[in-house]
């Protein structure tokens, strides 16, 4: 589950980036246009494809979902190479394993790097919670990459990488890759394609049905 809530920060960071970002702006001035574009996303869905290259593995790690996002509520829909669910609400999370018929509930801790979440949601600020910086200027697709240093001492995260380029659906700029270093050498890459925002979605989608006889685990 590691891997899920490290990516999890990433959103945090990203997803929503409605403006014009120049090379050359100052990150503080970016910052404050992510805060702005937080305030006007009502919902989001999306493709993902996940790789994971595990410090000391030469093979990455590879499985493909999709992403359903609205503020202070996330389910990720794993379909390959095993199907699995994850459905995040404030600080609660239920984990659904079809094929292990079990579903664990448990709460995000200091360990899950819950303060880019908090910014997800709605309620934390990516100026208080991270160093910004631009990595990359401007590509002929527009796109451009951001550097993040985790301010937070309880993160696992060294930094995350951006890469955000401008979207027909909003004004400015939405994610379109990031990619998660954390202190043990893993590296972790999220790649978002069939992006739709602002399109509406039932409100049901957030309540995991599992069938009867499924075991609950209930996680401190």
């Known amino acids: 589950m590691k891997i899920r809530w490290t990516f999890l920060t990433l959103l945090a960071i990203s997803i929503f980036t409605p403006f014009p970002v120049a090379a050359k702006e100052d990150p503080a001035a970016v910052a404050a246009k992510i805060q702005t574009a937080y305030d006007k996303l009502n919902d989001l869905q999306a493709d993902f494809v996940q790789t994971v290259r595990f410090q000391d593995f030469d093979t990455p790690y590879i499985s493909k979902g999709t992403l359903f996002l609205k503020k202070g509520k996330m389910r990720w829909d794993y379909h390959e190479p095993s199907r699995q669910q994850i459905v995040v609400e404030?600080?609660?999370?239920?984990?659904?394993?079809p094929e292990h018929k079990q579903v664990v509930k448990s709460r995000i801790g200091e360990s899950d790097s819950h303060l880019p979440l908090q910014l997800l949601?709605?309620?934390?600020?990516?100026?208080?919670?991270?160093?910004?910086?631009?990595?990359?200027e401007s590509r002929p697709d527009q796109s451009i990459s951001l550097r993040l240093i985790p301010k937070s001492k309880e993160t696992q995260l060294t930094k995350v990488i951006a890469s955000v380029a401008p979207s027909s659906q909003v004004e400015g700029l939405i994610i379109q890759k990031v990619t998660l270093f954390e202190e043990n050498g893993n590296v972790s890459t999220f790649s978002f394609e069939g992006i739709k925002i602002n399109k509406g979605f039932a409100e049901d989608v957030f309540n995991l049905?599992?069938?009867?006889?499924?075991?609950?685990?209930?996680?401190p």
């Not at 404030?90 to 394993?97: A, C, N, S, T, W």
């Not at 049905?209 to 996680?219: M, W």
């Open 121 to 136: 949601s709605g309620t934390g600020r990516l100026d208080q919670d991270f160093q910004i910086s631009i990595e990359e």
């Open 90 to 97: 404030g600080e609660k999370v239920l984990y659904f394993i």
């Open 209 to 219: 049905k599992y069938p009867k006889g499924t075991e609950v685990i209930e996680s």
